[in-house]
């Protein structure tokens, strides 16, 4: 058995930045690395493991209809995708196992946290012995950097920053050996060099810095930079509750039949107006459609794609995780159920 440590990279960012994206990316095309993608998941969604399940169209693995709980679901390239509902420390034991089949562990924490609980589980004796904080990278959303905000939500920047989520924001800077310019491609060239000094201007150290274009990022710039994060933990700066933000916001589950996706997209930009929302991201079952829609959306933006077949035996229907502050659920149930069909 490889004894050597593996060597893993947490990432985080703000809700909507591009983490998934990101993640997805990086397993389509990992660089000739057996890449183990670890993402935490809600008890009543997953729907971000999903996704990343979905980039592998060759899986011959149906496992969309276990109970949620750890998993791991191998992918035809030699990744693996593993979903961390109950237990991280038990899922990193199972990676342990399966060392000689892991080159390098990327973690995706959740954009309401900070990655700190992450961090402090790494470090104790019995997983530090396997693994080694390769960096920590934050992904920060290139457009919003660009207008000022932390976020491409609709909401108008003249509006009073939040103080908890300023302070979320500025902690997951501060935290990064390494920050992830997402969305490049939504900017002005012209406008492409400020978008650097406009980062440099919110952060307190000096991380490498990275654009990426449609969340594509080469592996070489992601891996392989020892920063050994781990070994700052005792003198940090940033001493922050793990729940610190937690509970700033609103998650609400909805779930439809089969839906006109033009008229579910509208009704998405509407509900942007209307409420704070910061993510929309999820499944939809389309009339006459053999394949799964994919839909993501932070603001008015909301892009779509197909990532796999309906088996033959699963349930179609269009599932939406919508996340934000003070959210309305019967309205966005109502306005949302207007574009069945």
Not at 80 to 86: E, F, G, H, R, W
Not at 236 to 257: A, W
Not at 309 to 332: F, K, V, Y
């Given at each position: 058995m490889?004894?050597?440590?593996?060597?893993?990279?947490?990432?985080?960012?703000?809700?909507?930045?591009?983490?998934?994206?990101?993640?997805?990316?990086?397993?389509?095309?990992?660089?000739?690395?057996?890449?183990?993608a670890?993402?935490?998941?809600?008890?009543?969604?997953?729907?971000?493991?999903?996704?990343?399940?979905?980039?592998?169209?060759?899986?011959?693995?149906r496992?969309?209809?276990?109970?949620?709980?750890?998993?791991?679901?191998?992918l035809?390239?030699?990744?693996?995708?593993?979903?961390?509902?109950?237990?991280?420390?038990?899922?990193?034991?199972e990676?342990i196992?399966?060392?000689?089949?892991?080159?390098?562990v990327?973690?995706?924490?959740?954009?309401?946290?900070?990655?700190?609980?992450?961090?402090?589980?790494?470090?104790?004796?019995?997983?530090?012995?396997?693994?080694?904080?390769?960096?920590?990278?934050?992904?920060?959303?290139?457009?919003?950097?660009?207008?000022?905000?932390?976020?491409?939500?609709?909401?108008?920047?003249?509006?009073?920053?939040?103080?908890?989520?300023?302070f979320?924001?500025?902690?997951?800077?501060?935290?990064?050996?390494?920050?992830?310019?997402?969305?490049?491609?939504?900017?002005?060239p012209?406008?492409?060099?400020?978008?650097?000094?406009?980062?440099?201007?919110?952060l307190?150290?000096?991380?490498?810095?990275?654009?990426?274009?449609?969340?594509i990022?080469?592996?070489?710039?992601?891996?392989?930079?020892?920063?050994?994060?781990?070994q700052?933990?005792?003198?940090?700066?940033?001493?922050?509750?793990?729940?610190?933000?937690?509970?700033?916001?609103?998650?609400?589950?909805?779930?439809l039949?089969?839906?006109?996706?033009?008229?579910?997209?509208?009704?998405?930009?509407?509900?942007?107006?209307e409420?704070?929302i910061?993510?929309?991201?999820?499944?939809?079952?389309?009339?006459?459609?053999?394949?799964?829609q994919?839909?993501?959306?932070v603001?008015s933006?909301?892009?779509?794609?197909?990532?796999?077949?309906?088996?033959?035996d699963?349930?179609?229907?269009?599932?939406?995780?919508?996340?934000?502050?003070?959210?309305?659920?019967?309205?966005?149930?109502?306005?949302?159920?207007?574009?069945?069909?």
């Amino acid at each position: 058995m490889n004894t050597h440590k593996i060597p893993t990279t947490i990432v985080t960012g703000f809700l909507g930045s591009g983490k998934t994206t990101l993640l997805s990316s990086v397993l389509k095309q990992p660089g000739g690395r057996r890449i183990a993608a670890v993402v935490s998941v809600p008890a009543e969604s997953g729907i971000d493991s999903e996704i990343l399940r979905g980039t592998d169209f060759n899986t011959a693995s149906r496992t969309q209809r276990l109970p949620l709980g750890n998993r791991i679901y191998e992918l035809s390239n030699g990744c693996l995708c593993c979903a961390v509902q109950d237990d991280f420390v038990q899922m990193m034991h199972e990676l342990i196992a399966r060392r000689d089949d892991i080159d390098h562990v990327i973690i995706e924490t959740p954009g309401t946290e900070l990655p700190i609980s992450f961090l402090r589980r790494l470090s104790t004796d019995t997983l530090a012995q396997h693994f080694t904080i390769d960096s920590v990278m934050t992904v920060a959303d290139g457009p919003a950097l660009m207008d000022g905000r932390h976020t491409s939500t609709g909401q108008s920047k003249s509006r009073t920053p939040d103080p908890s989520l300023q302070f979320l924001y500025q902690a997951q800077l501060d935290i990064a050996d390494v920050v992830l310019i997402s969305k490049t491609d939504l900017v002005f060239p012209v406008m492409r060099k400020k978008l650097q000094g406009s980062l440099e201007a919110l952060l307190s150290h000096k991380p490498d810095i990275i654009s990426m274009q449609h969340g594509i990022v080469s592996p070489d710039l992601l891996f392989g930079r020892n920063c050994g994060s781990e070994q700052r933990m005792e003198v940090s700066k940033i001493e922050l509750d793990e729940h610190q933000g937690r509970d700033c916001f609103d998650t609400v589950m909805v779930t439809l039949g089969r839906v006109d996706s033009d008229l579910l997209v509208s009704r998405l930009q509407m509900l942007n107006s209307e409420q704070t929302i910061y993510r929309a991201k999820g499944f939809a079952e389309l009339p006459n459609k053999m394949m799964r829609q994919v839909v993501q959306g932070v603001g008015s933006r909301i892009d779509r794609s197909y990532d796999r077949r309906w088996w033959p035996d699963e349930e179609r229907s269009t599932r939406l995780q919508i996340t934000g502050r003070h959210l309305d659920a019967e309205r966005l149930l109502a306005t949302l159920r207007v574009a069945e069909v």
